[in-house]
């Protein structure tokens, strides 16, 4: 739980300086500067780690394919969500993520979906919702829009339950580094994106080079060791405290206020995470039974 709370808090400092290199540089090249720098930082990483031995086997390289699959569609996905809707909405249907992990987890995995996770995940959307869904007037919606967004939560969320199912069997750095190349080589492929990249800002690189840092590199490899100890839906659930950690972030480091609906909100997404959170201590607490 420490290592899911911990990637949640890498990801926060992510969406922090995600939302401000996208100043400085198009969505799509943020993306795949962020995406390029996380591939050398998975790399450099697995070199050390690994002592230059890389090879990944058969099950590492089956997971590389489903993993940057995940990661091309998750990416993409949002990228044509936020140009059809608002990022708010598109960023409160990406919550939906948890209820398609719990639901591949339980299928996948034959993970239980407990009464308090279904109540803590109800909570936590409540404040979700409250805190970042746009003041009424101001919303715009399209069907493409609310779609691309459920598939990006998909395709998120079947990454966590693809890692849950072979983590015994693979080494994550490799195989993240392996998985960052690949995808990073299909969007380099996009007509223009490689002269768009060099004439990306100084400012535009070093925030995504930051993001990389925190997102891809260092909240996913602990999200990847986390779910060697506890369920996909529960690693996943985690993820719902950071938007409220990137508003405390934004608030320390921008001057970015937040408002009475954000705190609220905030809140009420902290109480949702620990119903099952609770639950799962005092389970793992509990005395084995006498045999």
Known sequence: MCLAAGAAASAAVFLVLYKA??????RGDVVAAMLLASAGFNSAMALVRERGRLALGRTGRR???????????????????LGRIEPAITSVLMQTQVLFVALLARVALGEPITRRFVVGVAVAF????????????????????VLYALAAAAGFGAMQVVTRKVISRIRPVPVNAARLWLATGVLLLAPGRVES????????????????????????????????????????????????LAFGLAWVLLGSVPTHREL????????GVAI????????????????
């Open 63 to 81: 997971t590389v394919l489903a993993l940057a699959v995940g990661t091309l569609v998750g990416n993409v996905a949002v990228a044509e969500s």
């Open 264 to 271: 609220a909100g905030g809140l009420i997404v902290l109480i």
């Open 197 to 244: 990249l060099a004439t990306m800002p100084p400012q535009g690189w070093a925030l995504a080079v930051g993001a990389a840092a925190c997102g891809p590199f260092v909240s996913r490899l602990l999200l990847m060791a986390a779910v060697r100890d506890i369920p996909a839906s529960q690693s996943v659930l985690f993820g719902l405290i950071s938007p409220v």
């Open 126 to 145: 409540l404040g979700v919702a409250v805190m970042r869904a746009p003041l009424e007037g101001s919303v715009g919606i399209s069907l493409p829009g």
């Open 21 to 26: 290199a996208q100043a400085h540089a198009p």
């Open 276 to 291: 099952p959170i609770h639950e799962a201590w005092r389970d793992a607490a509990s005395p084995a039974p006498p045999t």
